[in-house]
């Protein structure tokens, strides 16, 4: 295992003086880099599951910053195309998909085909062999419930209304799509940590909009029971949940998802999640990404402020959501050393 690795280590539960770094959309858009390359595909879908491609934009933030972990470029909705979903990516609309509106659309669904993946594994297995031997690599998958969210709709939504009013009306059937997702996304999991990934990351982005019963059945359930397996099958791969918006859960989550990290989004007081948590627990976060776009001494006191709350406990330092288009490569150049410095 790679626990010399300095992200690992944070998952371990070993504070570090300076913590290590890296950002959610790191591979991105801000990247122009990354914007020539995505103008060669025909789609996003197609740029996904072009392995070299793929492969290339997960490396391209390490050259340019160096972070201390590469994340898979990939997409959440990759599931749901294996198990037989229509899925697409309007331009500047996001995704689409053909919309589940009854019981009998989640009976319709395929099994989960996880051979559909191999583009993905290609893209980890030439991404290992290029990473430089100090940066960790993360996988990662949806949460079962903001994938679902999206399966129902068929695009996003921004109070998820849709799935909510799907799992009043056909509980049984969405407890089917839930229950599907958890298998599915285990599988899937398991696959990417056995094609080279050193830990994986659940994305449950729409948690804050379920009220507390909601978040307990849709939420809470399904990831511990996926950390559960995956802690079952993999022991020794660390796991993180980002649950975002569920501030006032996180200690009971840090309790009993049984992952080895736990993401803070941008509203979360942090101090607060210091004083709430045990201190050998690892929290990642929280940096607005709009402080990243701002830059100048506005960067600088955010930044200073989050090191100097989490110091001497396992961290690692983070945005609370991802990086933003318009956000300036000189920004996270002065971001980088400044964390750097400790």
């Not at 009854?102 to 290609?122: H, I």
């Not at 996926?226 to 569920?246: D, N």
């Not at 004083?275 to 940096?287: D, I, M, S």
Request: net charge negative; proline share 7%; charged share 25%.
């Amino acid at each position: 295992m790679t626990d010399d690795k300095r992200l690992i280590s944070a998952l371990r539960g070993v504070a570090q003086d300076v913590p290590p770094l890296w950002l959610m959309r790191q591979a991105g858009r801000y990247l122009p880099e990354y914007r020539a390359l995505r103008a060669q595909a025909k789609s996003f879908l197609e740029f996904c599951y072009t392995p070299a491609s793929a492969a290339e934009v997960t490396l391209q933030p390490i050259r340019r910053f160096h972070f201390d972990a590469a994340i898979l470029f990939s997409d959440i909705l990759v599931v749901p195309d294996a198990m037989g979903q229509t899925v697409s990516f309007e331009t500047g609309e996001g995704p689409r998909l053909d919309p589940i509106e009854t019981p009998e659309g989640v009976a319709r669904l395929g099994a989960f085909d996880v051979e559909k993946l191999s583009p993905v594994f290609e893209t980890i297995d030439r991404v290992k062999s290029a990473l430089p031997s100090d940066v960790a690599f993360i996988g990662f998958c949806g949460a079962p419930w903001t994938v679902a969210s999206y399966m129902i709709a068929g695009k996003g939504t921004p109070d998820q209304a849709p799935a909510r009013l799907f799992a009043f009306r056909h509980p049984a059937a969405f407890q089917q799509l839930i229950d599907r997702l958890v298998e599915a996304s285990v599988d899937y999991l398991l696959r990417q940590i056995d094609a080279g990934v050193e830990t994986v990351q659940i994305f449950d982005s729409w948690a804050g909009v379920l009220p507390a019963h909601e978040f307990e059945a849709w939420c809470a359930r399904p990831i511990a029971r996926m950390i559960a397996l995956l802690k079952e099958k993999r022991p020794q791969t660390p796991v993180i949940a980002f649950v975002r918006g569920a501030d006032a859960q996180l200690p009971g989550l840090t309790r009993r998802l049984g992952a080895d990290g736990y993401g803070l989004d941008t509203a979360l007081d942090p101090g607060w999640a210091v004083a709430e948590t045990a201190a050998n627990v690892c929290l990642q976060g929280n940096l607005d990404p709009l402080a990243l776009i701002a830059g100048g001494e506005a960067l600088d006191r955010e930044t200073d402020a989050i090191l100097e709350t989490f110091r001497g406990r396992p961290h690692i330092f983070n945005l609370g959501h991802g990086i933003l288009p318009q956000t300036p490569i000189e920004n996270v150049e002065r971001l980088v050393a400044r964390v750097r410095r400790g």
